[in-house]
T-cell receptor
Framework: ETGVTQTPRHLVMGMTNKKSLKCEQH?????MYWYKQSAKKPLELMFVYSLEERVENNSVPSRFSPECPNSSHLFLHLHTLQPEDSALYLC?????????????FGNGTRLTVT | SQQGEEDPQALSIQEGENATMNCSYK?????LQWYRQNSGRGLVHLIL?????REKHSGRLRVTLDTSKKSSSLLITASRAADTASYFCAYPSSGGSYIPTFGRGTSLIVHP
């Protein structure tokens, strides 16, 4: 059982669709993260939010749009994606946005772009 | 790239054997973390070792850190089939970064 819940678990979308990934953390943490995990590549950090303010945007294409309405919820809005965007998208949270705070991950959303 | 490497990329052993995974990194650190990922799931934090520590234990896990060589190792003793997973080390992407960067991971298979 993880304190970070991601929905949906699986998503198939066409390149012209708009969809959103949702993440909710029940740990009272102040920082939330989006990571992308592609086959045979290291985890790629996409976005970091601290107390609902974006503190890091790791050169992510504008077709990915994050939203953090409060410290417990994080969304990733998807629009006109490419097939190479197919990957496992992982949400994580930590007590603080510092390296000393271990990350707690959700189980991810497996995204397939057709 | 500031990313280091885990070694080996894949490891296959029999139940009861020990498994050793290594991590090399390129940045200055104040701590290094190890995570585990079961297939299709999120990562789970295993252990954090601070830069002033050389060795740390947690159950069947033993982590060592050599800051002079910028390397760390994770030893799993008396492995079990349930230890089958990918293991990642995490460290700052740059000297002043507060965001953990992950290596490519070691895929461990423990045969019953």
């Amino acid at each position: 059982e993880t304190g970070v819940t991601q929905t949906p678990r699986h998503l198939v979308m066409g390149m012209t669709n708009k969809k959103s990934l949702k993440c909710e953390q029940h740990l009272g943490h102040n920082a939330m993260y989006w990571y992308k995990q592609s086959a045979k590549k290291p985890l790629e950090l996409m976005f970091v939010y601290s107390l609902e303010e974006r503190v890091e945007n790791n050169s992510v294409p504008s077709r990915f749009s994050p939203e953090c309405p409060n410290s417990s919820h994080l969304f990733l809005h998807l629009h006109t994606l490419q097939p190479e965007d197919s990957a496992l998208y992982l949400c994580a949270s930590s007590q603080e946005p510092t390296y000393n705070s271990p990350l707690h991950f959700g189980n991810g959303t497996r995204l397939t772009v057709t | 790239s500031q990313q280091g490497e885990e070694d080996p990329q894949a490891l296959s052993i029999q139940e009861g054997e020990n498994a050793t995974m290594n991590c090399s990194y390129k940045t200055s650190i104040n701590n290094l973390q190890w995570y585990r990922q079961n297939s299709g799931r999120g990562l789970v934090h295993l252990i954090l070792i601070r830069s002033n520590e050389r060795e740390k234990h947690s159950g069947r896990l033993r982590v060592t850190l050599d800051t002079s060589k910028k390397s760390s190792s994770l030893l799993i003793t008396a492995s079990r089939a349930a230890d089958t997973a990918s293991y990642f080390c995490a460290y700052p992407s740059s000297g002043g970064s507060y965001i953990p960067t992950f290596g490519r991971g070691t895929s461990l298979i423990v045969h019953p």
